[in-house]
């Protein structure tokens, strides 16, 4: 659910926006339905990357595969670079982490609902 939201340029660059606090999506979803127009075909455009992804974390180590979740283990920041040499790109999605975990605050039933993602 993740990869389709830091992908889509738009909602990124808002969800960046030091003056954006996400309160709920329910509320985002009617304040920027452009942005969930189409997040079915880009949800299942990215499930393969979103899965090799998610398999090589755990192949090295940096998340744990709970039945609920996936719980990243504060692995060396050597890892992950997050300053300038990651890029603009990552700075953005770094400085949109907190309104995405607001997002996925809500259970899985409901951000597949509410994003239309077909199952």
Known sequence: ??????????MLKYLSNGNVKVQGVEKLII?????FANFN????????SSINAIQL?????????NKDALMYKGV?????????EAGNRALKIQKAVPNIAKIMESSTENLYLN???EL
């Open 1 to 10: 659910m993740v990869s389709p939201i830091i992908t889509h340029n738009e």
């Open 76 to 84: 060396s920041e050597s890892l992950f670079k997050t300053g300038k």
């Open 41 to 48: 075909n880009r949800f299942y455009d990215q499930l393969c």
């Open 57 to 65: 974390l755990h192949e090295v180590d940096a998340i744990t595969l």
């Open 31 to 35: 304040e920027k339905t452009s942005f």
């Open 115 to 117: 994003f239309r993602v």
